[in-house]
Nanobody, 115 residues
């Protein structure tokens, strides 16, 4: 049974950093395309970062390039989103998504950037 569990969300001041985690079970993250999405209040869910199942450059939406990093830990079967230089516009519920091989979503974790 495929399961994705996000954690690490919280309240951070502008300019701060935070790392989101997504623990996977039922499949192997190293062989599955993984991505992070976010949904701000009143807006659609948008792709933030993605990592393919084969070697290649990660994808980042322009608004987070140079600030966010997606990565995996094969030993922990987890995917992470390191977020630096956070801005109030980064406030959203963040979701982890996997293609394993069907599409699976985590439950989401709230992340708020505010002073």
């Amino acid at each position: 049974q495929v399961q994705l569990v996000e954690s690490g969300g919280g309240l951070v001041q502008p300019g701060g950093s935070l790392r989101l985690s997504c623990a996977a079970s039922g499949f192997t993250v190293s062989t599955s395309p993984m991505s992070w999405y976010r949904q701000a209040p009143g807006k659609e869910r948008d792709l933030v970062a993605a990592l393919g199942s084969t070697a290649g450059n990660p994808y980042y939406v322009d608004s987070v390039k140079g600030r966010f990093t997606i990565s995996t830990d094969n030993a922990k079967n987890s995917v992470y989103l390191q977020m630096n230089i956070l801005k109030p516009d980064d406030t959203a519920v963040y979701y982890c998504k996997a293609w394993a091989p069907d599409e699976y979503w985590g439950q989401g974790t709230q992340h708020t950037v505010s002073s």
